[in-house]
T-cell receptor, first 113, second 115 residues
Framework: GAVVSQHPSWVICKSGTSVKIECRSLDFQATTMFWYRQFPKQSLMLMATSNEGSKATYEQGVEKDKFLINHASLTLSTLTVTSAHPEDSSFYIC?????????FGSGTRLTVV | AQSVTQPDIHITVSEGASLELRCNYSYGATPYLFWYVQSPGQGLQLLLK??????LVQGIKGFEAEFKRSQSSFNLRKPSVHWSDAAEYFCAVGAGGTSYGKLTFGQGTILTVHP
């Protein structure tokens, strides 16, 4: 089946710094990827839809200037958490639309200290 | 907009007992339905999914789920639970059309298995 790779699997950063998370489709081209966020002891919520070659579409309540999404190639989407604060500490996970719908990356646990 | 309800926040069963986790969805058309399992601190593992066809879907680890359109349900079952099944389970619904690929998750059900 399709494989979605996510990196890093965990990251700790200082408050005010930026963190980049990568989501790659390893054996297929992904024109659309999705980014989700899961706060501790909560469910997963869609943050944004990443479209190759165009602007991302953000869900209501998600700050597009804080969560920068770039989908510059058919195999890579990146999520950058800018000026991270402790409340951004969460589990971030991506998925791709194009093949094996329902396959997710392994996720990235972000801790902002 | 689609939505998912998992009525049970926490379920406890004894090892070897049968299991059923409930999931109800709301969506205007035929949905795509998924069940995932998540161990503490880990990512999501897809157990099974329903797109169309046979309404009884077999998944990994001995799990199965049945799509019942009349009840808007997609309950997950396992005949005999193992201690390693203790985890959190999420039901999700996916839409079609321009929203194809977007999943909406339920609140999750935490499964505890007693020896």
């Amino acid at each position: 089946g399709a494989v979605v790779s996510q990196h890093p699997s965990w990251v700790i950063c200082k408050s005010g710094t930026s963190v980049k998370i990568e989501c790659r489709s390893l054996d297929f081209q992904a024109t659309t990827m999705f980014w989700y966020r899961q706060f501790p002891k909560q469910s997963l919520m869609l943050m944004a839809t990443s479209n190759e070659g165009s602007k991302a579409t953000y869900e209501q309540g998600v700050e597009k200037d804080k969560f920068l999404i770039n989908h510059a190639s058919l195999t890579l989407s990146t999520l950058t958490v800018t000026s991270a604060h402790p409340e951004d500490s969460s589990f971030y996970i991506c998925s791709a639309r194009d093949r094996d719908l329902g396959t997710f990356g392994s996720g990235t646990r972000l801790t902002v200290v | 907009a689609q939505s998912v309800t998992q009525p049970d926040i926490h379920i406890t069963v004894s090892e070897g007992a049968s299991l059923e986790l409930r999931c109800n969805y709301s969506y205007g058309a035929t949905p795509y339905l998924f069940w995932y399992v998540q161990s503490p601190g880990q990512g999501l593992q897809l157990l099974l999914k329903y797109f169309s066809g046979d309404t009884l879907v077999q998944g990994i680890k001995g799990f199965e789920a049945e799509f019942k359109r009349s009840q808007s349900s997609f309950n997950l079952r396992k005949p005999s639970v193992h201690w390693s099944d203790a985890a959190e389970y999420f039901c999700a619904v996916g839409a079609g059309g321009t929203s194809y690929g977007k999943l909406t998750f339920g609140q999750g059900t935490i499964l505890t298995v007693h020896p």
